[in-house]
């Protein structure tokens, strides 16, 4: 599980950009999370309208590399892959390309920690989580 497959179009906004007229930093974590969400979709481990508290996932680390500004108008997608599934966390590879040259933005990863938001404890990644990342990601 290592290189990229799932990628997710977002329209850089007027209002994503710094007074610079760059991407603003705090944007590169939700353009992350908004393509994450697309590919837990993709998998069948998010439905629209489903609570993530039912879900059961929660972020414990995020790094970021930041290689090049975004500008306003730029096509940009975001890339999403599951690097490593550890007992109770797993590793999110990111990155934000140019949709369509290929040169990165940035690039990061992410550690998710399955979670019982009922019980507000870890618990280990069900069966058919790691059954979906494998067929996908393989």
Known sequence: MS???FFHPIEVRYGDLDPQGHLNNAKYLTYF???RVA???KLGLFQKGLSFLEIGM???DIHIIFHA???WETPVKVGVGILKLGNKSFVVTQNIVHAETGEIFASGEV???A???HTEKTIRI???WREKVRAFEH
């Open 33 to 35: 999370e908004q393509a």
């Open 111 to 113: 550690i998710m920690v």
């Open 3 to 5: 290189k990229i497959k």
């Open 115 to 117: 979670y019982d938001y």
């Open 69 to 71: 500004p975004v500008l």
């Open 58 to 60: 929660i972020i414990a």
């Open 126 to 128: 069900p069966n058919e």
């Open 39 to 41: 590919y837990l979709i």
